[in-house]
């Protein structure tokens, strides 16, 4: 038997009738009537008793209609499968990221992401931009996020939201006076810095001397995380990316743009070798629009870039 004579045979278990099988089904009543008398010769069992225009069914139909019953809970099962891998609502992704869009951009694209997909499970893991690019190319990751990239044979980086660098400090600081803060501003203050040698150190280290200043500081830490607690305490003042800034914003810390301006770049890494799941890329459109909205909240100064959107389709 084939699957359109089991839904034929479960549709007149359902109405008692040819013609009301005919009806839900959208077909001839000849057609049920056929299909019915084929089944029965196919099987050599007798399916139905007709009486009084309806159709009654054997013991041996009842027994039949459980087990068809169970193939079509299946079905439904199976087809509906088919519409979430569709619509990218069933699975799961791994993602590896810097720590401080982790802990911003990204993790408000997951709360929206996941909100209407109670099928899709996330794994995240947290690395420094050099691990980032290790799980990427070793398969442990299908995506990830940094504020840089040296390059790498294997892994693609397609550049996702343009931001910059701001200022940090504590809410009774006397620069918040200030509408802007530049390197000789902070000639007097406490300064935290990202760790030297890393690439966010680095940019900080090369404003300094672009602006002729002398380079000193009280605290150094890989991360911007790290440095914003540090300026909660009151410690200092410190220059970190604008979506860990701006995402934890609260009364005792101010933000005031860093001139002249030191350009961030967020990009999206996946492997050259292997395609990008699709679950995968509805979580990076996820991922755009959560930058939209940074992008909203810092009035427009910073913005989204088309070309990843465009790659990753």
Same mark, same amino acid.
């Given at each position: 038997?084939?699957?359109?004579?089991?839904?034929?045979?479960?549709?007149?278990?359902?109405?008692?009738?040819?013609?009301?099988?005919?009806?839900?089904?959208?077909?001839?009543?000849?057609?049920?009537?056929?299909?019915?008398?084929?089944?029965?010769?196919?099987?050599?069992?007798?399916?139905?008793?007709?009486?009084?225009?309806?159709?009654?069914?054997?013991?041996?139909?009842?027994?039949?209609?459980?087990?068809?019953?169970?193939?079509?809970?299946?079905?439904?099962s199976?087809?509906?499968?088919?519409?979430?891998?569709?619509?990218s609502?069933?699975?799961?992704?791994?993602?590896?990221?810097?720590?401080s869009?982790?802990?911003?951009?990204?993790?408000?694209?997951?709360?929206?992401?996941?909100?209407?997909?109670?099928?899709?499970?996330?794994?995240?893991?947290?690395?420094?931009?050099?691990?980032?690019?290790n799980?990427?190319d070793?398969?442990?990751?299908?995506? *990830?996020?940094? =504020?840089?990239?040296?390059?790498?044979?294997?892994?693609?980086?397609?550049?996702?939201?343009?931001?910059c660098?701001?200022?940090?400090? #504590?809410?009774?600081?006397?620069?918040?006076?200030?509408?802007?803060?530049?390197?000789?501003?902070?000639?007097?203050?406490?300064?935290?810095?990202?760790?030297?040698?890393?690439?966010?150190?680095?940019?900080?280290?090369?404003?300094?001397?672009?602006?002729?200043?002398?380079?000193?500081?009280?605290?150094?830490?890989?991360?911007?995380?790290?440095?914003?607690?540090?300026?909660?305490?009151?410690?200092?003042?410190? =220059?970190?990316?604008?979506?860990?800034?701006?995402?934890?914003?609260?009364?005792?810390?101010?933000?005031?743009?860093?001139?002249p301006?030191?350009?961030?770049?967020?990009?999206?890494?996946?492997?050259? =070798?292997?395609?990008?799941?699709?679950?995968?890329?509805?979580?990076?459109?996820?991922?755009?629009?959560?930058?939209?909205?940074?992008?909203?909240?810092?009035? *427009?100064?910073?913005? #989204?870039i088309?070309?990843?959107?465009?790659?990753?389709?």
């Amino acid at each position: 038997m084939n699957l359109r004579q089991l839904e034929i045979f479960r549709a007149v278990m359902q109405t008692g009738t040819t013609s009301g099988a005919a009806h839900i089904l959208g077909i001839s009543q000849p057609a049920v009537s056929n299909m019915i008398r084929h089944m029965e010769a196919q099987s050599g069992i007798k399916l139905f008793n007709r009486y009084k225009g309806r159709l009654w069914p054997t013991e041996e139909a009842g027994i039949l209609n459980h087990d068809v019953e169970s193939i079509f809970v299946m079905f439904r099962s199976v087809t509906q499968k088919v519409q979430d891998l569709r619509e990218s609502r069933v699975g799961s992704i791994r993602i590896v990221s810097v720590p401080s869009l982790a802990q911003s951009v990204l993790l408000n694209a997951m709360r929206s992401f996941l909100a209407d997909r109670p099928n899709v499970s996330i794994s995240l893991d947290l690395e420094r931009m050099e691990g980032v690019i290790n799980r990427v190319d070793h398969n442990l990751a299908d995506f *990830g996020m940094t =504020l840089a990239f040296s390059g790498y044979p294997s892994v693609e980086a397609k550049p996702m939201h343009l931001g910059c660098m701001v200022c940090v400090m #504590p809410a009774d600081h006397p620069l918040t006076a200030c509408e802007t803060v530049r390197a000789a501003d902070l000639r007097r203050h406490p300064f935290i810095t990202m760790e030297r040698g890393t690439p966010l150190g680095n940019i900080i280290a090369n404003a300094f001397t672009t602006a002729g200043e002398d380079f000193s500081w009280v605290v150094e830490t890989r991360y911007s995380n790290m440095a914003y607690s540090l300026v909660e305490t009151g410690l200092g003042v410190a =220059l970190i990316d604008e979506y860990y800034a701006r995402s934890h914003a609260n009364e005792r810390v101010v933000i005031r743009p860093f001139v002249p301006t030191i350009p961030l770049t967020v990009y999206v890494l996946f492997s050259r =070798l292997r395609p990008l799941p699709n679950l995968a890329k509805a979580l990076i459109h996820e991922i755009e629009n959560a930058f939209l909205d940074l992008s909203t909240l810092a009035r *427009g100064k910073s913005q #989204p870039i088309k070309e990843a959107a465009a790659v990753l389709g």
